[in-house]
């Protein structure tokens, strides 16, 4: 079946940069949608970025020109650049993917990708 391995995390201070892989089997990344989310202690599911999902990549709010989507096709992998870390960011962080291509309207609905991976943690120190 399709899994979602992901890698990468750890904690930082705030300021200081971390890198997400997340390597699919039974999945090819290319030309299908996908996302991280992040979940922090006693808050739902947040979408933080999504590709494949419209014209360009999406990103939360939050996040925008600080971090950045992108996949690598060669290695079957989705990728999270991110920079200026914020204690806010701790948080859990997980992989999505769907079969197919979701719209800029709909990449933040979580309950529209099909797969997920376990989750890696994210810890900013300030």
């Known amino acids: 079946q399709v899994q979602l391995v992901q890698s990468g995390g750890g904690s930082v201070q705030a300021g200081g940069s971390l890198r997400l892989s997340c390597a699919a089997s039974?999945?090819?990344?290319?030309?299908?949608?996908m996302a991280w989310f992040r979940q922090a202690p006693g808050k739902g599911r947040e979408a933080v970025a999504g590709?494949?999902?419209?014209?360009?990549?999406n990103y939360a709010n939050s996040v925008k020109g600080r971090f950045t989507v992108s996949k690598d096709n060669a290695k079957n992998t989705l990728e999270l650049e991110m920079n200026g870390l914020k204690p806010e960011d701790t948080a859990m962080y997980y992989c999505?993917?769907?079969?197919?291509?979701?719209?800029?309207?709909?990449?933040?609905?979580?309950?529209?990708?099909?797969?997920w991976g376990l989750g890696t943690q994210v810890t900013v120190s300030s």
């Open positions: 590709i494949d999902t419209g014209p360009s990549p």
């Open positions: 999505a993917a769907l079969k197919g291509r979701l719209g800029a309207a709909d990449w933040s609905r979580a309950y529209l990708y099909h797969y």
């Open positions: 039974k999945y090819t990344v290319s030309g299908n949608s």
